[in-house]
C-alpha cells in the first residue's frame, strides 16, 4: 500500500495481535476503520491459510480500537439516556458486528433498555429500546380522547 510502517505483535488468549504504527495511520484505518477491518480481514485469510489450527489475527493502528470502543460507548450511553427520556426507541448504523458488541455491552446492565439488532447482511442497525417502567411517559399526552 506505500506506507512506511513498524509492526509489533504479541499472543495474548489465543490471539495474535499487530500493532501498526507509521506515517499514514488515517489512510490505513480508513472511513469508520473500515480499511483496517478490510486489512484485518486480509492478514486472517492469509495467516490461517498455512497453519493447521485456527488463529484471529487482531489489527491495531494506534490505539484506534480503544478510542473506537471508548467513542461508541459514549454514544450508547448517550443514546440511550435519550431513550429513557423521550420514551422513544434510538436506531443507529449501520455498524459492523464488533461495533455492534459494543453498543450492546455498554446498554446491557441498565435494566430499564432492551438492544436489538436490525437488518440482514454484514452491516446492521442497532435500535435501543426503553423498558415501559414508572416514571417514564410512553403515552402522547397532547392525544385527544
Known amino acids: 500500500m506505500g506506507a512506511k510502517t513498524e509492526v509489533e505483535g504479541f499472543l495474548k488468549e489465543g490471539n495474535l495481535y499487530l500493532d501498526i504504527k507509521g506515517d499514514q495511520e488515517g489512510f490505513l484505518i480508513g472511513k469508520h476503520g473500515r480499511t483496517l477491518e478490510s486489512l484485518q480481514m486480509l492478514v486472517n485469510r492469509m495467516v490461517n491459510k498455512r ?3 485456527a488463529l484471529r ?3 491495531d493502528i494506534d490505539d484506534y480500537r480503544k478510542r473506537r470502543t471508548d467513542s ?3 454514544m450508547a450511553l448517550r443514546l440511550g439516556d435519550k431513550a429513557k427520556r423521550t420514551g422513544h426507541s434510538q436506531t443507529v448504523g449501520p455498524f459492523n458486528a464488533y461495533d455492534r458488541r459494543i453498543i450492546h455491552l455498554a446498554l446491557k446492565e441498565d435494566p430499564s433498555l ?3 439488532s436490525l437488518g440482514e447482511g454484514e452491516l446492521k442497525k442497532v435500535r ?3 423498558t415501559k417502567k414508572e416514571g417514564y411517559r410512553t403515552e402522547n399526552p397532547f392525544r385527544l380522547k
Open 51 to 53: 497453519l493447521k489450527n
Open 57 to 59: 489475527v487482531v489489527l
Open 72 to 74: 461508541m460507548a459514549q
Open 114 to 116: 432492551n438492544t436489538e
Open 128 to 130: 435501543i429500546i426503553p
